[in-house]
């Protein structure tokens, strides 16, 4: 079982303080590390060079954008809610950070260990559509409010696929998993915790993606969903709704809606690297070396798929939701379940 | 929405609707038949020219105040397969504002826009048109940017002698 | 999963105070320069739309009167940036039947070669941009990157990239040589080679599919009663074509076909303007062929050009449909009225009832389907 | 089945979709560094115009005809000249072009009688005003008072070729005379008309592109 933070270093708050900011730390590289790989990406598969003159192959090209952007003057339109409007980029950004400390990074040391890390994960990820459709609202502007019913729309639909996928693993591991002894009672280990997921995958020398192809691909699109990556990338469809929910925001508080993205992005990875590709296992490299590489692929591949694809239309969008990920998800549960039942 | 199947073309039916129709050589002036005719007239060709299966390739106008005291609209209609353009012409009169024709909107939808530009840039109205209003220049204009009269060069205030330059080579 | 047709969708009589206005464009990412489309929406779907046009008019019918025939001829171009080309060599046409001249059959040939280049440039563009409108940002740089090749070809022997003035009354302006034509073949091979690749990429991919299979239906009757022409008319089944219906310049000897489908949807039109593509690059191909020596101007460009009074009209394919020009001479050395009728101002007046009870998404699509250009709409 | 048939083919057609971008994301880029690669501009290349200068005079022929300054449609030519004290050539004195307002549509140098007009390889030019003036005469202003001295030889050195080959002109027309009135006397009448017609056959030489430098001078 891995330590806690707050057990190596002895003090809660001084493992909370060193938490935050190591969480912090990660979300804003993660943020200037993914737009920095996104752009290389795009520009691969488009075949440019992507960002050449800032640092050596542009490595620096986002730190000044984000100097540019921190630079920038804050525009607040007028009609606006405030309350809402200056909420919002909080709202989608806070439960972020709590969400990343949730992670299973390593075997060996963890910020929290919590039985139920996998429902506050999804818990914490439910947030970010509030703070959009604060932000749609509160900013009064049509092409705003158009983006936030869609992404509200989008996010509590998807939100389905994505736990169903989820659970079909949870039955895995609880059925597969290890039993511990409490007291004097034999009990299996809990299905929702990460560590035990990936503990279990490295037990049976398994990944989960193997036994069910299925959820992956599912759960995978359910993220992209969750994320609005493209192509489920309605909520901000730039040719139709200009920026959509953030078409009013400006400087810093954009910012920190594109943090937020990123960073909802890397943890939709990290779950997935968790649930289906082993977590932390791999040979020769520590841990969370493995953990981070398999998680930054997974973001690789979001991003060939979003300039690969074209955007779904809205109402395409719900029925892909419901007409096909819902009813396979539904059906993979029962054939997971029936499966384990019988074997 | 429900729109019918395009209909064969055949040749319109004009019989004494024009006031002059003669045939003419496309390979020289790009029109097969030359017809004259009145504005109260205008809307009754269409129809025909809707009833053979033509379309209306554009409304256009022409300030002609100068030679022939006139206004002058132009209609071209011609139809899909081998091209058979018949021009139009109808005098209006040379008053602005005032000159004025029936709308062929009810027949051609597409005149909504040609009419709503001829009106933009000549002044011309049209009586039936469901929204005459300018569609090229500001809403705010106060003249009408294709009249003879409007912006000539010989019109234009002398140009001001430019400040003194740097001259870049 | 067939997408029911959203118009069944449209709500017939939804309460006037649940409807609101967007405002899209005249600067918005989709609306393809400075259009501007007014809609009134209930929820997503359309209830009216209209275009509202004229940000980009730069008065080129004024600009006419104002100057001799010879000193328009940079205007035509500038109609319509995208397939320049075709515009101002066919004001040179129109001029040279007006005034009678005889041109080269070199020059001919260089035109056809020249005015085919540029719509299969022109349609490049406008498939990158489509799909740019559907979301698929990759696809636009490809065609970037091919057009560019294009663009390349034509800038050797005309100097600029959009906005050329390459023709001249009786002829064009520079002679072309072996480099421009082994140019212009490895265009049509790679143009040809790289289509393929499209059609995996994009027409069959399954999003692409559900955004444009029956999305924006233009059939029937609407397309004679708005005079729509070029590919939106063909992809309904209507196979006409300005070069076979009035053969201009030397189209006639050339052996091609005109792209058809029966669809009529934003996908019809895709598939029209992928075949034509592939017939321009047949045209061209033949004019390298028959291609002949001699000169590319039946003289000395003169200054002052006086043609015969009347009225004329002279009509071109141009990449988006039927252009034509209504020249009406007054003897003098100055046009007295220069009509340009361009094809996307009739095909974008029928917006409004083709967008009626399509979703916002669609409206994107459909007014990318159809390929408006804007400066050529305001003139 | 139906229904799963069409998930998968769906599921195909992005995957290759996904397949075309990978492979496209292999190749090399092709992206011209502008800025540190000099772009390659073709024999066409249109920009700003300017004054040829002609080897066998050292200079312009710009005799100041105006045909450019009223053929451009943007009316960005200024010319002035005329006569020049000295010499029968006509010179230009002053030959302003703003380039901020040039369309580059080559009418100019397609009109130029004397073929002194060409594009210049300019690329990177950037102005600093609304009005961006060329003074195209610049480069050969110093030079302008030799030229006229050496013009006005070359006139004289003309003329006197001129003057002798007239002289010889009419001396053998004279003695062709002779010989022609001669031979009809011999023939009776009936001259033949022959020699006219290989002239008449000549391709005119006006097919050739107008802006091939080498034009000779007049």
Known sequence: MPKTLAEMLGSPMLAVATGLGGVMGLLSFNALFCIYLERKISAWIQRRMGPMEVGFHGMLQTVADMVKLLGKQL?????????????????????????TSLMAFSGSFALHHIDLGLVLVFTFGGFAVLGIFMAGWGSNN??????????????????IPLLLSALSVVMLTTSMGRTVTVGDETVAVQGLNLFHITMVQMDRNVWFIVLQ???????????????????????????????????????MRFALFFFGEYSNMLIGCMVATTLFFGGWSGPLLPGPVWFF?????????????????????????????????????IVNLLVTAFFLKVF | ??????????????????????????????????????????????????EAGYFLEMITAEDRRGDLEAMRLVYTYNRYGEADRHLVLVDLSSEIPGASAPSCVPVFPAADWFEREVFDMYGITFDGHPDLKRILLPDDADFHALLKDFGRIEDAPPEEDPPERELTV | MKTPNPIDLAPASAPEDEMYYLNMGPQHPSMHGVLRLLLKLHGEEIITAEPVIGY??????????????????????????????????????????ILDIEVPERAQYIRTIANELNRISSHLLWFGTFLLDLGGVTPFLYCFDDREEILEVLDRVTGSRLTYSY???????????????????AVLKRIRERIPMYLSLVHDNVIFRERCDGVGVMTGDLLRKYGITGPPLRAAGVAYDVRRAEPYGIYDRFDFEIPTRTAGDCMARFEVR??????????????????????????????????????????????????????????TDNPSRIKLRTPSFSNLSSMPEVLRGTFVADTIAIVGSIDVVLPEIDR | MAYLGRILHGFKTLLTGLRITGRESMRKPVTLTYPHVEPKLTGAYRSAIKLIRFEEMDSHDCVACLACEQICPSFCIKIDGGKIEGIKKKRATLFEMDFALCSLCGLCIDVCPTDTLEYSRLYDEAGYDRDWNMDLLEEFRDFEPTFIEQQREREEKEAAAKAAKKAAAAKAKAEADAKKAAEAEKAGGDAPKSGDAPKSGEAPKSGDAPKSGEGSAS
Request: glycine residues 6%; contains cysteine; hydrophobic residues 45%.
């Open chain 3, 274 to 331: 992928v075949d034509e593509m592939e017939q321009s690059c047949r045209i061209v191909e033949q004019a390298i062929e028959g291609l002949p020596e001699g000169p590319i101007m039946p003289g000395r460009m003169k200054k002052r050009f006086k043609p015969p009074k009347g009225e004329f009209y002279f009509a071109v394919e141009s990449a988006r449909g039927h252009f034509g020009m209504y020249i009406v001479s007054d003897g």
């Open chain 1, 75 to 99: 525009i607040t339109p007028k009609g606006i809610d405030k309350p809402l409007y200056h909420l919002a980029p909080l709202v989608v950004f806070a439960p972020v950070v709590a969400g």
């Open chain 3, 167 to 185: 023709g001249r009354f009786g002829g064009v302006t520079m002679d072309v040589d072996d480099a421009f034509l082994d140019g212009a073949r």
């Open chain 2, 1 to 50: 929405m429900t729109h019918e199947a395009p209909k064969d073309t055949v040749a319109p039916a004009l019989d004494g609707l024009t006031t002059s129709s003669e045939p003419s050589d496309p390979a020289k002036d790009g029109f097969h038949v030359r017809h004259v005719a009145t504005a109260d007239r205008v809307v009754e060709l269409a129809r025909r020219f809707d």
């Open chain 1, 142 to 159: 049509k092409y705003a409010l158009l983006g936030a019913m869609r992404s509200v729309a989008q996010n509590i639909s998807y939100e």
């Open chain 1, 293 to 329: 590489l398999k998680s930054y692929a997974l973001m690789a591949v979001m991003m060939w798929v979003r300039w690969t694809y074209p955007r779904l239309r809205f109402d395409q969008l719900m029925r892909f939701c419901w007409m096909v990920m819902i009813p396979l998800s």
């Open chain 1, 213 to 251: 192809p299925v959820a992956a691909i599912l759960f995978f699109i359910a993220v992209l969903a969750e994320t609005n990556r493209a192509p489920f990338d309605i909520p901000e469809a730039e040719s139709e709704l200009v920026a959509g929910f953030h078409t009013e925001y400006s400087g």
């Open chain 3, 56 to 97: 980009a008019h730069r008065a080129h019918e004024k600009m006419a009167e104002n100057r001799s025939y010879i000193m328009f001829l940079p205007n035509t171009s500038r109609v319509d940036y995208l397939s320049g080309m075709i515009y101002n060599l066919a004001y040179c046409e129109a001029m040279e039947k």
